[in-house]
């Protein structure tokens, strides 16, 4: 499909051809159903991301809301892009290694992971991630690798 100019959740859905939207519904209610207090679900970049809002966190180096989790149809591939996961390199192991050990093929970018079909996706460890990482969390997190970037290290 590639990128959407949809600004409603519901209206991204209603685009996907059938197969499509069952795999990012599935997923989407992982991510709901394990994404801690303080998140909201917007359409940003395309995509449905989940996000801190501005009121909470409005100091971002784009003006826009940092966003947690997102989830896209592409046009080859859906994916899922783990931004707590990229991050944290402590995370990023953990996710990394318990991935493959469900015995699937971890298709990843720096924050996405890629998937064809919900087979593909060990939907469980998706709503483990998600959960991982709370707003003072993720905040703390943000500021620290702006702080690192602005030293240039």
């Known amino acids: 499909m590639g ?3 949809a600004t409603t959740v519901e209206a991204y859905l209603d685009e996907r051809p059938v197969d499509r939207r069952r795999a990012i519904e599935a997923v989407r209610e992982v991510i709901l159903a394990h994404l801690p207090v ?3 679900e917007t359409m940003q970049w395309g995509m449905i991301s989940y996000v801190i809002p501005l009121e909470r966190h409005g100091d971002t180096y784009n003006k826009l ?12 591939y ?21 991935y493959l050990a469900t015995g ?5 970018g720096k924050s996405c992971v890629r998937f064809r079909n919900l087979d593909d996706l060990p939907i469980d460890l998706v709503g483990e991630a998600v959960a991982k990482t709370p707003v003072d ?15 240039g290290h």
Request: proline fraction near 3%; aromatic fraction near 12%.
């Open 137 to 151: 969390a993720f905040i703390a997190m943000y500021v620290e690798v702006r702080r690192s970037t602005a030293r």
């Open 65 to 76: 809301p940092l966003a947690l989790v997102s989830l896209a149809d592409q046009k080859n």
């Open 3 to 5: 990128k959407s100019s």
């Open 104 to 108: 699937k093929r971890l298709d990843m």
């Open 38 to 40: 303080g998140y909201v």
């Open 78 to 98: 859906m994916a899922i892009y783990l931004n707590n996961v990229y991050g944290d390199p402590d995370l990023e192991s953990w996710f990394t290694s318990r």
